[in-house]
């Protein structure tokens, strides 16, 4: 149990990030086709992030406690989509391409997310570059032949 305001506040984060995990992998889990493993995955994101108000979401990245959390959590996101490209790579959906680069790329707009840079550049919400980003990805690597 939470003693202090602080104490709830990391709380509640870290509940958040864990129901949210929870929900995300029980949808992906639901999917075999490597594509929609990434999509899905990503729109879950999007979907969690988009239950925050903009307020909630710079309270969090602006608090080292949970912008901690948020920092382990996009971490682990990074991780995940790369083990959907390598699926995808090995199951020939996707185009033969360097999956660690990729997963890094990912995890680079992850960080603009996380650090503001990217939404202030492009004014969309962490929602919505979720978002974005899982429609870039995936189309991105699909094969052309």
Same mark, same amino acid.
């Given at each position: 149990m939470a003693s202090t305001k602080e104490q709830l506040v990391i709380a509640a984060t870290k509940h958040f990030f864990g129901a949210a *995990?929870? #929900?995300i #992998? %029980? %949808?992906v889990a639901d999917e075999s086709d490597p594509r929609?493993?990434?999509t899905t995955y990503l729109g879950g994101v999007a979907s969690a992030m988009r239950r925050?108000?903009? *307020?909630?979401?710079d309270d969090m990245v602006s608090y080292a406690p949970t912008a901690e959390i948020y920092g382990r959590n996009t971490a682990q996101a990074a991780q995940r989509v790369h083990e959907f490209i390598d699926e @995808?790579? #090995?199951a020939g959906h996707f185009r033969a391409t360097d999956a660690a680069f990729a997963a890094q +790329? =990912? %995890?680079? *707009?992850?960080?603009?997310?996380?650090? @503001? =840079?990217? +939404?202030e550049r492009t004014g969309l919400s962490a929602a919505d %570059?979720? @978002?974005e980003l899982g429609d870039l990805l995936l189309h @991105?690597?699909?094969r052309t032949d």
């Open positions: *995990a929870d #929900e #992998e %029980a %949808a929609k493993r990434i925050n108000s903009r *307020a909630f979401y @995808g790579v #090995e +790329l =990912v %995890a680079l *707009a992850i960080d603009a997310v996380q650090s @503001g =840079v990217l +939404l %570059a979720f @978002g @991105g690597l699909l």
